[in-house]
């Protein structure tokens, strides 16, 4: 520490105060509209002609808006949370538990169950000066969340691409 109190600053981290008018924070609340309105034109809207699309479980990026609107909306569907006996969502359905927005990107840290396995991840978003998605990226965990997401996001992929 510095006799001015002001902490040394880590070599390679930049520090800067995060603007209102930074273009993820627009980009986000289209986000969570669209998680609102499951409106696949809303999605489309979203998301870069040439966006690319990271999975935890698919080692290849997947680049291209069709290819990640798939994605997307098959872990709507995926990762909802468990149902509660009578079909409600039930107090583990999907949820953000954390944000952190800063320029371009936004990391929204979420929480679920998927086959009675507790899921925590992160979505980390990237957008252009437009506020169009360039980059989706999906990291979770632990290991047994993994898995049941792969499973089901598996099944879901294949259902959704028989219509």
């Known amino acids: 520490m510095r006799r001015d109190g ?13 603007s209102t008018t930074d273009p993820i924070r627009i980009t986000i609340e289209r986000w969570r509209g669209y998680l ?8 489309a ?43 409600t969502a039930g107090s583990s359905s999907f949820r953000y538990t954390k944000e952190v927005l800063d320029g371009h990107v936004a990391v929204l840290e979420f929480e679920t169950t998927v086959e009675d396995k507790y899921v925590n991840g992160v979505d980390i978003i990237t957008c252009d000066d437009a506020g169009l ?23 879901t992929l294949e259902r959704l691409s028989d219509h």
């Not at 609102?36 to 999605?43: T, W």
């Open 45 to 87: 809207a979203l998301l870069s002609d040439d966006v690319v699309f990271l999975s935890p479980v698919v080692f290849t990026p997947q680049v291209g808006r069709e290819i990640t609107m798939l994605y997307l909306q098959a872990a709507g569907q995926a990762l909802p949370g468990e149902s509660t006996k009578d079909g």
């Open 133 to 155: 998605i360039i980059e989706f990226r999906v990291m979770i965990r632990p290991l047994q969340g993994v898995n049941a997401v792969h499973r089901q996001m598996a099944a």
């Open 6 to 18: 002001a902490s040394k600053p880590t070599p390679g981290l930049s520090w800067r105060i995060a």
């Open 36 to 43: 609102r309105s499951h409106d696949p034109a809303d999605l």
